[in-house]
């Protein structure tokens, strides 16, 4: 994301903060509270500092996982092969890369800096699907994001999120597109392991 990642990789995990969701909450609603909700925890001075790194990742890795739709992010960044994988497959896989994005991001987040967010527009595709798109402020000029999200039985939650034309499902399931074609599922799931784990599981 070239120069902007740092604030980049903010608005990711901005999203990555859960709200109290019922289903009348509209996606931009979803959006705008779980970004308050990031800043009020990295802006925390109980929360601050290098020795409070773990516990600052323990806190949003927490709340990570009532944002995202697992199951549809996981989904759609295998594409169609994603029927390559048995039903237990693809359950240890959705778990494996839903952690593989907060160890990827939510790690980076100290170099937040909060230079604002405006909330641009809320565009619906059908009753159960809709994107929010964004402008934050930078250092380095103004980022365009775009957030798609699905309505599920606990309301809004978020399967994709593109920065600068930039998205994450995109970008990973160009990875495991690749590998998938000349290597089985529990190939993947392996490597998958082993970022998330380390090379000894």
């Not at 896989?93 to 100290?110: A, P, R, S, V």
Request: net charge neutral; charged share 20%.
């Amino acid at each position: 994301m070239r120069n902007r990642a740092p604030a980049a990789l903010f608005v990711l995990a901005a999203w990555l903060m859960p709200a109290c969701v019922w289903p009348e909450t509209s996606p931009l609603a979803f959006v705008r509270e779980n970004v308050g909700h990031v800043v009020a925890v990295l802006e925390n001075p109980d929360l601050r500092g290098e020795e409070r790194r773990s516990q600052r990742y323990a806190e949003l890795s927490r709340i990570t996982d009532a944002f995202f739709n697992a199951t549809e992010l996981a989904r759609r960044a295998l594409g169609q092969r994603w029927r390559m994988f048995s039903g237990a497959e693809q359950q240890e896989f959705t778990q494996l890369f839903l952690e593989l994005i907060k160890q990827t991001y939510l790690g980076k987040l100290d170099a937040y800096n909060n230079n604002g967010i405006t909330y641009d527009q809320e565009i619906f595709q059908s009753p159960t699907q809709a994107e929010v798109l964004l402008t934050v402020a930078t250092d380095k000029g103004p980022l365009r994001v775009e957030i798609a999200l699905i309505r599920d039985a606990n309301g809004w939650r978020a399967f994709d999120v593109t920065v600068e034309n930039i998205s994450l499902v995109r970008n990973f399931r160009t990875q495991f597109q690749s590998i998938l074609q000349s290597h089985p599922p529990q190939y993947l799931i392996r490597i998958l392991k082993e970022k998330v784990h380390g090379s000894a599981q």
